[in-house]
């Protein structure tokens, strides 16, 4: 039991504040600040016998890891300790089988980039990887790397929803 979980030497941190309130100004919602740290522990899957079956289990590549929530809390997931690692670090994250970056289920984890085509509509993206479709702005990509993020905003705290046209999702990387 830990709060940071590992890859090999890569470390992540999850984080559980409470849940911060939204502030609307002339109907928009206003972009707030990431929430206060507040780890909390995560435990092995593969060290649970109990856990269900259905949960991935770790390997010498990835790791897998389970943790309590709770109602009315935020999360966001601190990947700052990659900075440690000597080698360029792409980071590709699952939470329960969904990637936060779009939305998606996933059922195995790779780098996927999105130049020229949704990937849901397989139609052609207007301006910025706008797609007509989903009315959504594409990330650039399925992940977040330590080259394309200034050192220090290594982190995710929200999830895209496919759902709403606004999201919570402040992903600090360059395109």
């Known amino acids: 039991m830990s709060s940071t979980m590992k890859v090999k030497e890569l470390s992540t941190v999850l984080h559980i504040p409470k849940k911060l309130n939204t502030i609307m ?7 707030q ?35 309590p929530v709770e109602e009315g ?3 966001w997931l601190d990947f700052n300790g990659c900075w440690d ?27 996927e980039q999105y130049k020229d085509k949704c990937p849901i509509h397989n139609v052609s993206f207007k301006q910025d990887r706008f797609c ?24 995710i705290d929200g999830f895209r929803n496919p759902n709403v046209l606004f999201v919570n999702m402040y992903l600090h990387q360059k395109n």
Do not use: H
Request: charged share 15%; with cysteine; net charge negative.
């Open 25 to 31: 100004q002339n109907g928009k919602e206003i972009a």
């Open 73 to 75: 809390r935020g999360l």
């Open 132 to 155: 007509p479709e989903c009315k959504f702005k594409w990330s650039a990509q399925n992940y977040i790397t330590t080259t394309s993020t200034p050192e220090g905003y290594l982190w």
């Open 33 to 67: 600040q990431l929430p206060m740290c507040n780890p909390v522990e995560s435990y092995v899957v593969d060290e649970y016998p109990a856990c269900p079956q259905m949960w991935v289990n770790g390997s010498s590549l990835a790791s897998s890891y389970f943790l």
């Open 85 to 111: 690692s000597e080698y360029d670090v792409a980071i590709v994250v699952s939470v329960q089988g969904v990637n936060p970056l779009t939305g998606q289920k996933t059922d195995e984890l790779r780098l």
